[in-house]
């Protein structure tokens, strides 16, 4: 019994012409999200107790300092007008390309946003890469082993690396493998006063990439093993053993594809850190990135720097979805828009 | 074991202060010379790398007037030269000027630079970079605050209204020479110079900017010109400064090749002296001191700092100075330094470089004196809130045994932690927002001299909100008095003032804490950040 032949054609219109109107209209309706974000970030700063000013002067030189003084050095910073008039200024002035610069620092938002990004691009790809390649395959031996002692081992871990805060973690690699064993350096990003090698920049990163890493891999792995659990009690990978497939080639070609399917959705929430950086693991092991000045923005109520933050942050995220929405279509033929 | 012995009090680091000033005025004219040391061997090459880091932010500006952190003063002391510095006993000692004359009447200065002074670049330091950097400064108009001692120059008031181009305080009459005047008597003007606000800019390349400037200019942020020891190479955001050893440097050969500035969070400064990547620590967190201890490749450095812990009452609020000397009593000082921080902390009865005079109440612990004083009073039972600044170290575990002390006597206390910038706005600003506010730091024990600052009559920015004609009128007169004895006693009628008055309750002076590798000789000063004018006399053991 099966349904009569349509009497005509569905006509399908290309989908790459889908495809394009639809991320034509994403970009568009970006534009207004992207202001939603900054403008709400923006106001929480202002809104946040505290003033710049003050956490930027010794308090004993402020206590020198005359009202006067003190409205001259805000005056001088841009920092007495209105919130609402510095923010349209700000704008203003981003549409020109000028960021301004940061009253903490004294330095151009883009030379202080260009000397982290690097940094931070470089820990957090590791850190991702590391993710991955430990998260992937543990969660899909996982699944496979369900109910091993194997799987109960992995899922202990798991938990473990998802319970343990990051500093706590860092604090033990630097007390063992920088302090006790002395295998690797504490904290910065090259040796000092030597210019970077690639030797050198992986050796004060091993360690931050691996607190970061492993708290990557814990959630992923969790995902896979919970998708491939599903994927594996399909017909479809029976019909695959029924043809004699070996059970190597029925999980990597035919279960993994689609049960790691949900990891795109997990790499494209983690794909804004890339660039925004992870704030508490930089802090420990003094990573000069995109997080450690994201806290020293926020301490010292910096507002273009605070700004800078959110605007490469607030894009990333808007990308990063865009984009993962995208590769679905191509990686999951069920998936259409229009 | 403590390294420093105890005796070291306030008294005595009053005394030699004293013994300084002193020395210098026999005969009404005085005279000073450079101290002993800062003299390296002729001939010595500077090797090795000295790195070094001390607790506390560091802002990325090297112009001086424009901010600044201890970290900058740190780095200041050995890039930068001021006409005078302090030695690690805090007496003076001549810095670019090699001696050094004041009146009989403590109004002019008169300084006979070093001949040898070059800046970086080979420039001579000559007497117009020491006009030049004053004026430039007093034209400082967001920085008018900083400038509070050189406004006392003859003629400061009208240079800086812009009328006129004309500074007569201060003249340089040969290229050696600099004469600074005042308009009041100030012997102790001598000792403000060593502030960060007085390092000597370099006309030569300066000259043609103005302050505003100052903000963005390479100078400030990624160029600076020095005549220090060390000289500026290059300065990597959030990791370190590098600085080399600057050879022609006029008081001597620097003894190590580089140094490294580091600014590293308070969980790796002692992984990193353990782990053999830092070689100095400034400024350690007290609890971990014990850790410094143990182990047998590092040093721990106590002595008494020159600042202060203090509970600043809100003396709009409680206004009433019974429940203000009820709360001093009420709080087990003694048990909590000894307790908490080892007994590493001088209790103190008033500002620290006050709080030996004689005749001066202890309030040691007593709650019952306390209850007294408060039924006195006719307290009210309301609850008190108190504010505090999270990132003092020792302060969480501090609050919460005050918070039990007080409620023992019948004060409600509520504990409400902030970040700094919070802290201030709600200290300054927001005044009917807390009734005690936790205060910690500042330079106070070098002199009673810095109290002034603190007590300045303004109802809206003096401490705790308290003004008192007499005792203003007193720091006055101190101020402006060049004999010891004289200042001491005017000094000690303004310590029993704020004794019985309590606008702030002196809780104690905490010792800093410093650690360094055994093979590195080195001392810490009394106010950590100047340490860096001690660096000729550092070296590494072989």
Redesign the interface.
Known sequence: MGSPPSPTPVVCTAPEEDVLQYIIRRLLISIPVFFGITAIAFAALAA?????I?????????????????E??RR??GLDQPAPIRYVKWVRELASGNLG?SI?????IEE?LG?RLGPTLQLMGAALAIGLVVGIPLGMVAATRQYSKLDYALTVWSFGMIAVPP?FFG?IL??VL??HF?VL??????T??EDPTLVDTVKHMIMPATVLGLGFAAPIMRYVRSSMLEVLRQDYLTTARAKGLAETKVLVRHAARNGILPVVTVIGLHLPELVAGAVITE????W?GMG??AV?AA???DPSLMQGVVLVVGVAVLVSNLVVDIVYTIIDPRIRYG | MLNQPLSLTRRRMLQVAAGASAAGTIGGVSFWTPSAGAQATPGAVPEGTLRLSMLGDFIPSFYPLGTWTGNQFLLYTMFYSSLVELDVNLEIRGDLADTWEISEDAKTFTFKLNPNATWHDGQPVTSADVAFSFKYYLRDTASVGFTTRLQALVGAADFMAGTTEELPGIETPDPQTVILTLTQPNAFFIKALREPFHFILPEHVLGGTTPDQMQTHPFATSAPLGSGPYKFVQMLPDQYVELDAHTEYFRGTPTFAKVFQKFLPAELVLAQLESGELDLGLRLNPLDYVRLEENENLDAITRPGVGVVELIINNRVITDKRIRQAVWYAIDRQGIVDGIFEGRGVLLKAPPAMSDYEGLNDYAYNPDQARTLLQEAGWDGRTVRLIYDTVWAGVGDVVPIFQQQLSDVGIDVQLEPLDTATWTDRYRNQPDTWEIAWGQGGTEGLDPDVSTIYYNGNPDTAIGFYTNPDLEALLTQGRALGDQEARDEIYMQAAKIINDEVPVIYLWTPFDIHGKIKALNAEAYPYAPESGNGILNWSFTS
């Open positions: 946040a107790p505290g003033d710049p003050y956490a930027m002067v010794d308090p004993q030189a402020l206590q020198q300092m005359t009202p006067e003084s003190i001259n050095l001088e910073f610069y903490s620092s004294r330095r151009s202080e000397s500093f604090l630097i007390y920088g302090v002395q350096p504490t904290g910065g990003r090259s000092l006063g802090q420990v092991f003094q000069p450690q000045m020293k301490t010292s109520r």
